[in-house]
C-alpha cells in the first residue's frame, strides 16, 4: 500500500513539473521570439559593418584607416628582452 502511495506521489510530482514547464515556456515565448528578433537584426548589422570594413579598409566609427595586419598583443615595447 505504502509502496502504490509512493508511486503516486511520484507520478504527481513529475505531472506538476511537466505542466510548469510548459506553461512557463508558453508565457516566455514572445520574450524569446523578441530575443531572437534582436539577434538577428544584431548579427545583420555585424555582417554589414564586417563587409564594409573589409571591402574599405576604413572604419565607419572613427573615420580611420584600418590596419592590415592584427594588432599585437603587449607589443615589442612591453617585452623585457
Do not use: K, Y
Not at 510548469?20 to 544584431?42: D, I, N, V
Amino acid at each position: 500500500m505504502i509502496t502504490i502511495m509512493l508511486v503516486g506521489a511520484l507520478l504527481v510530482g513529475c505531472l506538476g513539473v511537466l505542466v510548469g514547464s510548459t506553461w512557463t515556456t508558453q508565457a516566455l515565448e514572445g520574450h524569446f521570439r523578441h530575443h531572437a528578433a534582436e539577434r538577428r537584426r544584431l548579427n545583420d548589422e555585424w555582417s554589414a559593418l564586417g563587409a564594409l570594413r573589409d571591402q574599405h579598409r576604413w572604419c565607419p566609427r572613427c573615420d580611420g584607416a584600418l590596419r592590415r595586419e592584427p594588432a599585437l598583443v603587449g607589443g615589442p615595447e612591453d617585452q623585457d628582452d
